[in-house]
């Protein structure tokens, strides 16, 4: 199939930046230091790709993503980077046998840990986000008690979401080692073998984690791509024009077909005005005519990718794969 056989919107990875972003995140972490997150993209196709890049060990979001996960056999370690509180169906997959690691942060999630059949934890520490995570100084307590409850601890993790966009080199790498200051504390209290931090923007100033989270490296988007990391845009919404003004053009990509949070998406060559339901109303510096296929860049690559039923992979004008966006939903 052809690009402009696609009906629009649609979501577009372009394979050679796709697999030069694989590359160059496998080569700064290889291995075990890099656990791929996967709800950056929602696709277990894609998560086989980071696999087959050396990495057997990935991070959730949801109960959800494990799942699919280990339906397709993606399930040798996985971190479930959040907590929730019925871990039934986690504790299905362990008996399944894939291994399911879960952060914990309070005794209620380390209860639902051993009510749910899930065995193994990591304590999950604040380092500055504001969001989940228990004081760094009450982390030894929580760890003690998992393990008179019967589980395993792992170690720690702490995502210093909060830095993930800090422009300023300097800035963000002072601000990662005050985070990681407090989360290398908490590890000495709870013990085990893994420190697990990080992600997309704060990958090469973090050298205290035993492992990153990191992403949205593999698709981007604008936000990320404006500080400057060596990861290319693979990841656009193509668009078709379907109106023209003297004053503006308006392209069929909007509000339900990207991520909004990090403000408006990007047109090449254009000046982009607004965005509605189904619309982006753009001002062209050469003149557009109905029909024209575009293609819009979302600043925010989750949430873009999680409103679309399917990804296209090309080269070019042609679409050589299309992956399922197959881990929607919790």
């Not at 998560?47 to 109960?63: V, W």
């Not at 307590?141 to 170690?155: P, S, T």
Request: hydrophobic content about 45%; some cysteine; overall charge negative.
């Amino acid at each position: 199939m052809r690009i402009d056989e696609l009906p629009t919107p649609a979501l577009l990875v372009e394979r050679a930046l796709l697999e030069s972003n694989l590359d160059t995140m496998s080569a700064a972490l290889p291995g075990t230091r890099l656990r791929p997150h996967v709800k950056a993209h929602k696709c277990s196709a894609l998560a086989r790709r980071q696999r087959a890049n050396g990495h057997p060990g990935f991070t959730c979001a949801t109960i959800r993503e494990c799942e699919v996960m280990a339906g397709a056999g993606l399930g040798e370690d996985l971190l479930l980077a959040n907590e929730v509180l019925d871990m039934r169906r986690l504790g299905a997959l362990v008996r399944s046998g894939a291994r399911v690691t879960v952060a914990v942060d309070s005794p209620e999630t380390v209860a639902a840990a051993v009510a749910g059949g899930v065995r193994q934890v990591l304590v999950d520490v604040n380092v500055g986000l504001l969001r989940c995570g228990c004081p760094p100084q009450k982390a030894g307590d929580l760890a003690d008690e998992a393990r008179r409850a019967g589980l395993e601890v792992r170690g720690v993790m702490g995502y210093e979401g909060h830095l993930m966009l800090v422009a300023d080199p300097a800035d963000r790498a002072r601000k990662t080692a005050e985070a990681m200051a407090l989360l290398v504390s908490a590890a000495a209290d709870v013990g085990g073998e893994v420190i697990s931090a990080g992600g997309t923007g704060t990958y090469a100033d973090n050298t205290w984690a035993t492992e990153i989270q990191a992403g949205s490296y593999a698709l981007m988007d604008t936000a990320y791509g404006a500080i400057g990391h060596p990861f290319g845009q693979a990841l656009s919404v193509l668009g078709t024009v379907v109106s023209v003004a003297a004053t503006h053009a308006v392209v069929d990509v909007g509000l339900k077909a990207l991520g909004m949070d990090h403000g408006l998406p990007t047109i090449a060559d254009a000046r982009v005005r607004f965005c509605s339901d189904e619309h982006t109303t753009f001002v062209p510096e050469t003149p557009a005519r109905v029909g024209d296929r575009i293609r819009v860049l979302p600043a925010h690559v989750d949430p873009t990718v999680v409103l679309h039923e399917r990804m296209h992979v090309v080269d070019g004008a042609e679409v050589v794969e299309t992956w399922e966006v197959d881990m929607r939903g919790w």
